[in-house]
């Protein structure tokens, strides 16, 4: 079986491979073909993978190549993981978000917005090609803003996309061990959009054990949601948010701490991956054990600005393991071996929230088999959720809109309806901002 990585020079890609190496099961990827547009870095991953396959018997082959109908043929999994514009495309959207003084995190505000209209354009491309290619593949995408991503493929793809997203596997994780019960066999009721979605109940053999958790300040407090949002806060939701909801109800502390740190997340990141391909080129010592000194250090600090508001504290050993590349190859597993499996997903709404339409991407439970990712059916969305669900869901249609025809206007319009854009004047400056920083963006006119 052939999976092609696209923007397999990426960093996490050892990550996925790791995985793969894992699995010794009939009808297991075979090959790998790593796609990237920099021959640089697919050659420094190229030599952390060969590391990684020393010793393992029945590695999956790898091969790299910078063409993409290559890569494409004959694939039966394709794994989407591009940034376009690189790491110094989201330190500059995260530059200019910030000037103006709103949040310019990656997938969050006005930085996910410039970043979906960058990639949008060049992931509807990637689709097309692969309708033509590979019409029989499965496309997994990683790329951020998920949601938005998968969407804009969807059009194209048809339920043969689905994006994934690692947040709410390890937040239902973190419940569940908090709890005191084995997430494999918790029901986790969680919906929402990519990076905007709550915790309503953690079922384990029928019971909903939530209601204990929110019952426990003590409890509450212990695990890495309950120190970032508070259990006063938890308790009064009613339901356990995703991370990234951070941003949403705490947004002035968070713009804040993130304009007064030395670095941004995003320039922070484009130095030190940097460094890290830089010395993998050099071929001195070992390139896998200079990926796992600089993922540590990554993983350490992911939303340090966030808990450093919060007063959360350094994140525990146990979510510093990553887990995206386990959710995408029990994903693949359950498809290509008829696995049946539950996993949390971003999918084609198809009715499941009613207050979106049926083609709305969303992120919900899923049972998993040969025939794709099936939604579960959800209990509605309490009205605070309902509210910000759909206001950013307005704001994605905005964002594909623009993609879709060039026009500037309805970028703008993507910018000021999002909850954390707080002028139409912002809005417009911020549009002017992002079109000189981003040679991506000359198509908006």
């Known amino acids: 079986m052939k999976l092609t990585i696209l923007g397999g020079g990426g ?33 420094a991953v190229t030599r952390v993978l060969a590391e990684q396959a020393a010793g393992a018997p029945g590695a999956p082959e790898v091969t790299a190549t910078t063409d ?20 110094e495309g989201r330190a500059a959207d995260e530059r200019v978000a910030l000037a103006e003084g709103v949040l310019g995190q990656e997938t969050v505000g006005a930085g996910g917005i410039a970043y979906g209209l960058r990639t949008v354009p060049v992931a509807v491309g990637i689709a097309r090609r692969v309708a033509r290619l590979a019409p029989d593949a499965w496309v997994i995408n990683f790329t951020n803003p998920a949601g938005l991503v ?41 919906v929402g959009l990519n990076h905007l979605g709550w915790v309503r109940g953690l079922r384990v053999a ?69 460094r890290f391909y830089e010395q993998a080129a050099r071929s001195e010592g070992s390139a896998l054990a200079l990926w796992e000194r600089t993922r540590a250090e990554r993983e350490a600090t992911y939303m340090a600005e966030n808990r450093e508001t919060a007063g959360a504290g350094e994140r525990e050993a146990d979510d510093l393991s990553g887990g995206y590349e386990k959710v995408a190859l029990a994903l693949m597993r359950a498809i290509a071996r008829d696995e049946r499996a539950t996993l949390i997903l971003n999918v084609r709404n198809r009715g499941t929230l009613s207050v979106l ?8 439970p899923c049972l998993v088999d040969a025939n794709g990712a099936h939604p579960v059916a959800v209990d509605p969305l309490p009205g605070h959720a309902t509210g910000l669900v759909c206001a950013v869901k ?27 854009v707080d002028s139409v004047n912002v809005a417009r400056r911020l549009v002017d901002g992002y079109t000189a920083a981003h040679p991506q963006l000359a198509y908006l006119k």
């Open 11 to 43: 960093f996490r890609v050892p990550l996925v491979y790791g995985a793969l190496l894992t699995d010794r099961a009939e009808g297991r990827v075979t090959r790998v073909v790593l796609h990237d547009l920099d021959a640089g870095r697919l050659s």
């Open 68 to 87: 993409l109908d290559e890569a494409l043929r004959g694939a039966d999994f394709v794994f989407s993981a591009i940034r376009v514009g690189g790491l």
């Open 150 to 190: 998968t969407e804009a493929m969807s059009r194209h793809l048809g339920d043969r996309v689905i994006g994934i997203c690692d947040s709410p596997v390890g937040l239902g994780r973190r419940i569940a061990r908090v709890l005191g019960a084995d997430p494999k066999e918790a029901w986790i009721d969680y």
């Open 206 to 274: 029928g019971r909903d054990e939530l209601p204990r958790l929110l019952a426990d300040p003590g409890l509450l407090g212990s695990f890495e949601e309950g120190r970032l949002f508070g259990p006063e806060w938890l308790r009064s939701l009613g339901a356990i948010p995703n991370e990234y909801l951070h941003y949403y109800y705490f947004n002035r502390e968070t713009v804040r701490a993130y304009r007064r740190a030395e670095k941004t997340r995003g320039a922070f990141l484009r130095d030190q991956q940097a």
């Open 357 to 364: 339409d049926a083609e709305a991407v969303i992120e919900v």
């Open 394 to 420: 307005a704001v994605e249609r905005e964002v594909l809109a623009a993609a879709d025809s060039g026009d500037r206007a309805a970028a703008v319009r993507a910018f000021a309806l999002h909850p954390l």
